[in-house]
């Protein structure tokens, strides 16, 4: 921990302007002794002797927790100073803003964006679980972003690691922000690796919907909500992939949450083991820097992994007993939403999520994901008659039809559509002539057919050419795996 000036000097960091305030302290734009702009989380100690070694004792952690992990994900921590009676950790200036100014300013992500950003930080935190890291406070303040659009997860003062927890939260306190809280931690209970899965799972719900899986409403409305796990299903108009990834993290039970590390496809078990490995004391921190934590501090350290194994080396050089497992390698169970512990994934699945095009349409995880598109191309020509679906439930189908406008002595003309949905579900037939002006509609209702009659306007006229025919869902109607018919007679 280095000692020195905090505005100016030869190593001193010149501020330019406050960035926020936080829960815990001030954040501020400064430059470094190099002349690269940083960012500085300052907490000022001040009060009773008490509350100074507590201030102390939570920047001292958070140095720990960013100095240990090692992730293109995770804010790296580039210095801590002690100024006077504040303490200061330096670290990148993320040009970007949060994911709450992103949604703040133009609403809810696009639900790809969000699955990106949920891949991103699921490593993330795999990687912070492995290193016996619990955050507790994910949420979307805390996932900020560098001047390239690539997310990271910070701020881990109120982390707790699996080998220094005691002094920072009294007992049965509740540690982050409500909205975004695991049921058990908004009761106050000891919280592990699931309460940051569920956050992290609120929080990718928050930015496709702009609402948290508790709703909205007063502080300790929510708060109530979330103890009690009256919990809201993600919406239906979100993607099958997306619904079934924060119906897995935001499971109201954090013994059926998937680890981080198996959503983002790794090890099914992270799970954090008591660790007999040493670690530095306070005095070492201000000698934690990004080199440290690659091999060589590995090697520097005395610590060999082998086999899955971390071994440690004793003080005087000889080995002793210090041995724990490495958490990748853990195999115990954990259930995902397409395959439960014991059994094999669920058709159509890899046991995460649905595999090639198929989509879970009718939400019941026990038969996977029963939905398979038909695999027509748009453009397809309609001729006769023709059988399709709708899968996933946003598809659009769209056919093409080869009108040729004949003579006719009675001017009488016509075309039919016929458009039969499958049962309990609601479709609607529209087609188009050349010009893309609409010539005609029907809606097809629970098996009962829906017919459009397509008549010439000038018997004299020509109005031959490429009709174009779509088929799609009805606003708020079920949807279906089962084929809808489409048939077309008759000429002009």
Request: hydrophobic fraction near 40%; include cysteine.
């Amino acid at each position: 921990m280095r000692r020195g000036s905090y505005r100016g000097g030869v190593q001193g960091y010149v501020v330019e302007e406050r960035l926020g305030r936080g829960g815990m302290g001030v954040v501020e734009l400064a430059v470094a002794p190099d002349g690269t702009r940083v960012a500085l989380k300052r907490i000022a100690v001040t009060g009773s002797a008490a509350a100074q070694r507590e201030a102390r004792t939570r920047l001292r952690r958070e140095a720990e927790v960013l100095g240990r992990l090692d992730h293109p994900g995770v804010v790296t921590l580039l210095d801590v100073v002690v100024d006077g009676d504040d303490l200061v950790l330096v670290m990148p200036w993320l040009r970007g803003g949060s994911l709450a100014d992103r949604v703040a300013q133009g609403g809810p992500l696009p639900a790809s964006e969000v699955e990106g950003l949920a891949d991103h930080l699921l490593g993330a935190l795999a990687a912070a679980h492995r290193a016996g890291v619990v955050h507790r406070d994910v949420k979307p303040s805390n996932v900020l972003f560098d001047d390239e659009g690539r997310p990271y997860l910070t701020d881990f003062g109120v982390a707790t690691a699996r080998d220094a927890t005691a002094g920072l939260t009294t007992t049965g306190g509740t540690v982050g922000t409500p909205a975004f809280l695991a049921p058990e931690q908004a009761r106050g209970e000891t919280v592990g690796p699931a309460a940051d899965v569920f956050a992290l799972g609120a929080t990718l719900r928050w930015a496709a919907t702009g609402v948290g899986p508790w709703g909205d409403g007063r502080t300790d409305v929510v708060l109530w909500r979330a103890s009690r796990g009256r919990l809201t299903r993600p919406p239906r108009h979100l993607p099958a992939s997306l619904r079934a990834l924060l119906d897995a993290t935001l499971d109201p039970r954090p013994e059926r949450r998937p680890s981080a590390a198996a959503l983002r496809g790794g090890a099914d078990g992270t799970a954090v083991r008591p660790t007999a490995a040493r670690r530095p004391p306070a005095a070492a921190l201000g000698r934690w820097r990004r080199p440290m934590l690659a091999a060589g501090s590995v090697l520097a350290a005395g610590v060999v992994v082998v086999g899955g194994l971390t071994v440690g080396r004793g003080e005087g050089g000889a080995d002793d007993d210090t041995v724990e497992v490495d958490p990748t390698t853990t195999t115990a169970c954990v259930a995902l939403r397409y395959r439960p512990c014991g059994a094999a994934a669920a058709p159509g699945t890899d046991g995460r999520r649905c595999i090639g095009e198929r989509v879970d349409l009718n939400d019941d995880p026990a038969d996977g994901c029963e939905a398979v598109p038909d695999g027509l191309a748009d453009g397809t020509v309609l001729e006769d008659e023709l059988s399709a679906n709708l899968v996933p439930a946003d598809d659009v189908d769209t056919y093409a039809l080869d009108v040729d406008d004949g003579f006719q002595v009675l001017c009488d003309g016509r075309i039919t559509l016929t458009l039969t949905a499958p049962p309990a579900t609601t479709m609607r037939l529209v087609l188009r002539d050349p010009d893309d002006e609409v010539r005609g509609e029907a809606v097809s209702a629970d098996g009962l057919p829906g017919e459009l009659v397509f008549r010439e306007r000038d018997c004299g006229g020509d109005e031959g050419g490429t009709y174009a025919v779509t088929v799609s869902l009805v606003a708020g109607s079920a949807p279906s795996a089962e084929d809808y018919t489409l048939t077309e007679s008759g000429s002009l």
